[in-house]
């Protein structure tokens, strides 16, 4: 915000909150009452975090904070302080190539209007990570705790299952490099 | 799990990249995209607003000088600051910008302050005092229309509606708290004397919140004389009249910008948060205001229509159709906002996919203390079809007909007229039923007890009525195409349908094809984004257009190289001749143009053509039509419904993009399987209960049925460019009905209401045993 809130002149308590948002560090000092999505969207300008509900159910908020998805509309951004975050931004490599759930979420058309998919996306990055080739009970699971208003989700338990079909063959292409 | 079925395979070449995936997808996959709510301006003010804690009451004072005096706050907008502002609506001007004289819902807005942030207006509105005097309110449709119910207009708010066809007629105010009532009547009233059964049902239908993930929101830059909004809207230009209407300045004074839309689902039509941030735009010296809605005030703002139906048909002893009369009353909840077309659709869509001799409906948009109700996908037609298909399965109950077969024989032929007047059905509706019934086994199912499956349709008019469509195609000296028109993109798939359009009839990769950015200033109009109206209308302006630039492109090219201009062709930027000789056109261009080079340019403009013996106005487009088949389990002791299989089925005439298909029907479906089962806004006594998110249940990928399917048809008769049809609204329609009669084919169950709780399903199978004789019916 470009203009100090008349509050301000009273005792606005703040923090410094330093940590790794998608591999490089950051440091801001912000109110004691903002939350991770107030800090990433509006003091580090990473507007692929989507702000809906805002009351931890929906799930577009989604980002990862220590490889755990976390809803960042309802964690407060002193929470992060030391952690390492990651959101969409940080998904595709430096030159562009779209990582394997960005790639997957393409193909099989796990989006329609888009306003889910940056939480989906880090959903499917997080549940990956613990369980490289998930069955689709376990993909249904954790497709569970996001919204999408769109699609009528079979499209997008098939993007999560591209996706660790694509990362498989990544990593297989690394072992035999 | 999806398939493809051409039962009538069109012989044309499949559409350039139909295969791929859509043309926003990595915009989309990287946070790239940009939304209304991303959009920010220097110096940008923020708006919130005072809403109504009473259903009903007059205002007799508001004191907001605490709050205008407060450190940060640029405006205050109360009924003083809207004196010669016009209200808007629909056809029913009804809704001022804030609260005039009285509130007519919880949640009406009665004040908004524009601050330096969020949290300095939300402390000014906590500083305006208003001085309320409670009214009756009344929330109950037929309760409302009693003489003795409070008039919640006590004045009549100004009104224009359609002529009308052959058949049907319109008017408001046609009874106490009525905005609106459509009527529509074909055939002889003596078709009921041949009639050997009359059967009269009555049907409740729920109402749900459009739930789109994007709330309302705009950034409006506005000064007495110039308008410039960037909104969250489905139809710039419709708002950009509405804009100038309401605030009494030329078309040409009002710009609004339209980014991606985060979802809308017919939610963002018409004013919301644009006229409240404009206005505190003009108070704060023109400063940039930002309203953006919490989901708690989204569902305050708009919502489905809720629905009592009552049908009467009447059929001949061999199961014939003959006669069909319908009373729907939607509840149109405070305001008129789009209550009089739904009022219209609804109406006009009681016959459903069937035959009859003599229609007669009446549907009135009633007036209540409660949130208003607008467009909502499947527009009167997911009601409609509620209530028809309902009906049809519980006359084959008491007749005795199998639900399936008593539909083949009563369902339209292709190419047979729907009413006297109208576009004849153009698909094969029998076939549709079939292909859903055989994806789930109905026909050679073996019965298991608790187990029942169903089948239903759904069909409604598409494409919008009177919708000049306009399009307008750039080509750049090397190729690189612009696609410029109003189509807004809000998760359908439109812009990257439109541009594989353009790719396909310039014979480019539709990567090369940009879809430009939507103002009013500079996009061709177009009269909005809705009624599944964007392939089948606005395809014909785009294909028109680029088509045109091609003809310019040949023309040019055969000059220069003096060829024959029949002999040489389009491909990939390159002229080619009848001998296979190729000729790029970068080079040529700059030969001819010099300089820079040039930009060929066309446009290309749609509009179907009006009768007076069209009931609408206009014979339709097309014809949407959902087909569904599901499977239950019933649990007889808790009444809970496990959805083991649903299928959808759409019929896209010709695909333009197999995912965007797909996507249409199976998101239509799901929305159709939650007003089936559990999502409703609830009340008590007019307070609305589940008005937020963590107690708004809408469906998960835990409530999708492991056996889910879409099969998407290209029968190949749509009216649209290459054979194609509209999408996306299709598929809700028959889901409800489908579960419904699963439910009653497994249980006996014959439920008239929405949603099919557990209770009311444990209530309708006790009922069923009643109805059958059963011992425990008293139990």
Redesign the interface.
């Known amino acids: ?7 301000s ?1 009273e005792e606005t308590l703040t923090h410094n909150v330093e940590f790794e948002l998608n591999g490089s560090p950051e440091r801001h000092c912000v109110p004691t009452s903002a939350t991770v999505l107030d800090l990433l969207r509006n003091s580090c300008g ?10 931890s ?2 799930g ?1 908020c989604t980002v990862l904070v220590d490889d755990l998805p976390v809803a960042a509309c309802s964690t407060f951004a002193f929470d992060v302080d030391g952690a390492r975050v990651e ?3 940080g ?2 490599a430096q030159d562009g190539t ?1 990582s394997a ?2 790639q997957a ?5 796990g ?8 939480g989906m ?1 880090m959903l499917t990055t997080a549940l990956l990570r613990q369980n490289p080739q998930p069955e689709r009970e376990q ?3 954790w ?3 996001n ?1 999408c ?9 098939e993007s999560v299952e591209r996706a660790a079909e694509l990362a498989g063959a990544k990593q297989q292409d690394q072992v035999s490099e | 799990m999806t398939g493809f079925v051409n039962p009538r395979t069109p012989d044309d070449e499949p559409i350039v990249g139909r295969d791929r995936p859509r043309l926003d997808s990595t915009m989309k996959v990287t946070g790239r995209a940009v939304y209304t709510v991303d959009i920010e301006k220097p110096g940008m003010l923020h708006a919130k607003v005072l809403r109504s804690p009473y259903a009903h009451a007059r205002i007799l004072s508001i004191d907001a000088s605490a709050a205008r005096s407060l450190a940060g706050v640029t405006a205050v907008v109360t009924r003083e600051e809207i004196i010669g502002l016009h209200s808007y609506g629909t056809y029913v001007k009804d809704q001022p910008i804030v609260a005039t004289e009285s509130v007519r819902y919880v949640g009406d807005v009665v004040a908004a302050v524009a601050a330096v942030d969020e949290r300095t207006a939300f402390a000014a509105l906590d500083l305006i005092r208003v001085e309320y005097e409670q009214l009756p309110a009344v929330f109950d449709v037929r309760a409302a229309m009693e003489p003795s119910a409070p008039a919640i207009f006590p004045d009549q708010p100004f009104a224009a509606y359609p002529e009308y066809g052959d058949g049907a007629s319109g008017a408001a105010h046609t009874a106490h708290n009525v905005s609106y009532e459509f009527r529509y009547e074909t055939g002889e009233e003596s078709v009921w004397a041949d009639c050997d059964y009359i059967f009269e049902d009555t049907f409740t239908f729920s109402r749900m919140n459009h739930m789109h993930l994007e709330p309302f929101a705009t950034v409006a830059e506005a000064t007495a004389n110039e308008i410039e909004v960037w909104t969250s809207t489905q139809s710039p230009f419709p708002m950009r009249k509405e804009l100038a209407r309401v605030f009494g300045l030329p078309e040409n004074d009002i710009r609004v910008n339209v980014p991606l839309l985060g979802g809308g689902f017919g939610a963002k039509n018409g004013p919301k948060t644009e006229a409240i941030a404009i206005r505190l735009s003009q108070l704060s010296a023109g400063r940039p205001v930002r309203y953006c809605m919490s989901t708690e005030e989204v569902f305050l703002t708009l919502s489905q229509h809720d629905a009592i139906l009552t049908v009467k048909s009447g059929l001949k002893a061999d199961g014939e159709f003959m006669a069909r009369q319908s009373r729907v009353l939607l509840n149109g909840g405070a305001y008129a906002d789009a209550s009089p077309l739904v009022a219209e659709k609804a109406g006009y869509r009681m016959p459903g996919a069937y035959r009859w001799k003599r229609i007669d409906s009446v549907c009135q948009a009633v007036i209540t203390n409660s949130v208003p109700a607008g467009a909502y996908r499947g527009f009167g037609a997911t009601q409609a079809t509620w209530a028809s298909e309902r009906q049809v399965d519980l006359i084959a109950e008491r007749l005795g007909f199998d639900p399936l077969e008593l539909r083949l024989k009563n369902t339209k032929e292709l190419g047979e007229e729907f009413v006297p007047g109208e576009t004849p059905i153009d698909s094969d509706l029998k076939h549709g039923l079939i292909l859903v019934a055989d994806a789930i086994g109905y026909r050679d199912r073996t019965r298991l007890s608790n187990r029942g499956m169903g089948v239903a349709i759904g069909i409604k008019d598409g494409g919008g009525v009177n919708k000049p469509a306009q399009a307008r195609v750039k080509v750049t000296t090397n190729g690189d195409v612009f696609l410029n028109c109003a189509l807004v993109e809000m998760g359908q798939g439109g812009h990257s349908a439109l541009c594989q359009i353009v790719a396909e009839t310039l014979g480019c990769d539709p990567k090369r094809v940009r879809y430009a950015a939507i103002d009013t200033d500079n996009t061709p109009f177009d009269q909005g984004t809705n009624a599944s109206s964007g392939i089948a209308v606005m395809g014909h302006a785009v294909r028109q257009a680029a088509e045109r630039v091609k003809c310019s492109v040949l023309d040019t090219a055969a000059e220069h190289l003096m060829l024959d201009r029949q002999s040489i062709r389009l491909d990939d930027w390159t002229i080619v001749d009848a001998e296979g000789t190729t000729y790029e056109l970068p080079p040529l261009i700059m030969e001819r143009f010099g300089g820079t080079g040039f930009e060929f340019t066309a446009d290309g403009y749609y509009k179907a053509r009006s009768a007076s013996s069209a009931p609408l106005e206009a014979p339709c487009i097309f014809w949407e039509i959902g087909w569904a088949a599901a499977e239950v389990e019933v649990d007889p002791e808790t009444g809970r419904v496990e959805l083991l299989q649903l299928v959808v089925s759409g019929d896209a005439g010709k695909v333009v993009n197999k995912l965007g298909c797909r996507g249409q029907d199976e998101g239509a479906a799901v929305f159709g399987l939650a007003q089936a089962l559990f999502e409703e806004l609830r009340y008590d006594d007019g307070e609305l209960l589940n008005g937020e998110a963590l107690l708004y249940r809408v469906p998960l990928a835990e409530d999708i049925p492991r056996r889910f399917s879409s099969i998407t048809q290209e029968q190949g008769h749509g009216a649209g460019p290459f054979g194609t049809k509209g999408m996306g609204e299709g598929g809700m329609l028959p889901i409800a009905p489908a579960i419904a009669q699963a439910i009653a084919d497994a249980t006996g169950a014959q439920l008239t209401s929405l949603p099919m709780t557990p209770e009311r399903v444990y209530n309708g199978i006790r009922a069923a045993r009643v109805r059958h004789g059963g011992a425990d019916g008293n139990a």
Request: include cysteine; proline fraction near 2%.
């Open positions: 915000m470009s203009l100090e809130s008349p509050e002149n990473k507007q692929g975090v989507r702000a809906s509900c805002e009351r159910v929906c577009a959101t969409v931004e998904l595709a779209l759930q960005q979420f393409r193909e099989c058309g989006f329609q209007c888009g306003f889910c998919t940056s996306l993909i249904r699971e497709v569970s705790s919204t208003r769109c699609t009528g989700y079979e499209m997008i338990l």
